[in-house]
């Protein structure tokens, strides 16, 4: 209980310095642009942080994969309203991963640099994350790198700021 109490006072410490952050400091983003929001996913599901989005709507989430023990990043644009991904850059096969060319909302694959690549048009809605910190589970958004486990929470879920709750 301690340990968790010590990971959420950090993590808000995390929160604190990037909500503090003004706008005019970091380059590329709209006043009225796309926000993104992280809640608690048990429970009542309190807001736990709130994210502002370059105008280009691109973000991404990256961990390290259980099962074959390598980074993984999942790339995603808001459009029109909606969060899509668009690749997922990967270095081994695992339990998961996309392992054909014509994978659900596959529009490209290929090998770079040690990597697989697969490019795609796939819409996700709200995405539910289960966090442990062994995993490396980090968002990626305007420059911010958000290490998910140092705000205490086992399982969150990120979404639009308007949809971030079930209708």
Request: glycine share 10%; charged share 25%; proline share 7%.
């Amino acid at each position: 209980m301690l340990l968790r109490r010590k990971l959420r006072i950090r993590g808000m410490a995390a929160l604190a310095a990037i909500s503090c952050t003004p706008l005019a400091i970091q380059p590329g983003l709209a006043d009225g642009g796309e926000w993104l929001c992280l809640s608690e996913t048990r429970g009542n599901g309190p807001e736990v942080a709130r994210l502002p989005l370059k105008p280009d709507g691109i973000f991404s989430l990256s961990f390290i994969h259980s099962v074959s023990d390598t980074p993984v990043t999942d790339i995603y644009r808001v459009e029109d309203g909606k969060i899509e991904q668009i690749a997922e850059i990967f270095e081994a096969h695992g339990a998961g991963l996309p392992s054909i060319a014509d994978d659900v909302g596959a529009t490209g694959w290929r090998h770079e640099n040690g990597r697989f690549i697969i490019e795609m048009t796939r819409p996700t809605g709200p995405i539910p994350l289960r966090i442990q910190a062994q995993f490396e589970n980090t968002l990626h958004v305007a420059g911010t790198d958000l290490p998910l486990a140092d705000l205490g929470y086992s399982a969150l879920t990120l979404a639009r700021c308007d949809e971030e709750r079930p209708h």
